[in-house]
């Protein structure tokens, strides 16, 4: 289990007010690819394999969107 100041240390929130839905939407993203690259730097993971890692799960996200499914669980 891992506690709150991980949680801290490793999570950036993006500040909500000041931008337009799809800036906040990429806002996030981008926050939260640093926030996971930090913390995969700290556990020793090399530049190479992190980019890796997260283009893969990326890709994955991307092959498996499914439009019409996300609408009907919104």
């Known amino acids: 289990m891992t506690d709150d100041s991980e ?3 490793f999570i950036t929130e993006f500040p909500k007010k000041g931008y337009k839905l799809v800036d906040y939407l990429q806002g996030r ?4 690819l640093l926030d ?3 913390l995969m730097s700290t556990s020793g993971m090399e530049p190479n394999e992190m980019k890796q890692i997260i283009l893969t799960k990326i890709t994955e996200i991307i092959d498996h969107f499914e ?3 996300e609408l009907e669980s919104a």
């Open 7 to 9: 949680y801290d240390l």
């Open 29 to 32: 993203v981008h926050f939260a």
């Open 36 to 38: 996971q690259m930090r």
């Open 67 to 69: 439009p019409e499914k």
